[in-house]
């Protein structure tokens, strides 16, 4: 038997471009919706697998690989932002860590980061511009300071070993993010560069001098 669940719907700003993809007008942002949704039990996943019904069986281990796919795609993703600018490194099936990629281990993961969707170019687009204004008024820093910023947040490889500049990125993140009266549309993309630096700031060194 189904259950309802209160879920919540949050919409973004749309806008209306040209052909050559500048804005032309601006649109209402939609107001948040909270709807009650028919969410399955266990004991019906259950049943759909133990049924003849092969479609439904189908769509359910879709969905459950889906999972597993798209934890493979996230350490590709980073894989391939390690590179940096070398165009001469390339990624291969073996560089995968298959032990992140059993269905306990992704069960087990922060939901938050278990259920990261892709990240459109649009996405980034409003964060930068959003970033640019809400960090300028904001500190008061000059606008040459704030973009130095956003080429960093664009190539944060450049960063992964500072830790000094991770630590000051960080903080100017969290300016934003609690700053910004646009962060339902641009915090995922601010939360998941945050968590990022965060990642190498508190990650340890591979040798350390006292080995050498």
Do not use: C
């Not at 649109?27 to 948040?32: G, I, M, R, V």
């Not at 649009?122 to 956003?150: L, Q, R």
């Amino acid at each position: 038997m189904t259950i309802n669940v209160d879920t919540k719907f949050n919409f973004k700003t749309r806008t209306i471009k040209n052909d050559d993809g500048s804005v032309l007008k601006t649109l209402k942002k939609q107001p948040s919706v909270i709807i009650p949704l028919p969410f399955m039990t266990a004991d019906e996943v259950v049943g759909i697998l133990q049924s003849e019904d092969a479609k439904s069986k189908d769509l359910v281990l879709e969905y459950v690989n889906s999972a597993i796919r798209d934890q493979a795609r996230a350490q590709f993703d980073e894989l391939i932002e390690s590179f940096g600018d070398d165009d001469s490194r390339t990624v291969s099936g073996d560089q995968l860590d298959f032990d992140k990629l059993t269905f306990s281990y992704i069960a087990n993961l922060d939901p938050k980061v278990r259920g990261m969707r892709a990240l459109s170019e649009e996405d980034f687009a409003a964060f930068f511009t959003d970033y640019s204004s809400v960090m300028v008024a904001t500190t008061g820093k000059p606008i040459e300071k704030i973009k130095k910023h956003i080429e960093l947040f664009k190539k944060p490889a450049r960063v992964k070993s500072a830790k000094d500049v991770l630590g000051v990125l960080i903080e100017q993140l969290d300016i934003y993010i609690v700053s910004s009266t646009n962060v339902e549309d641009t915090g995922e993309v601010a939360s998941r560069i945050r968590t990022k630096f965060d990642k190498w700031l508190k990650a340890e060194e591979e040798v350390s001098l006292d080995a050498l």
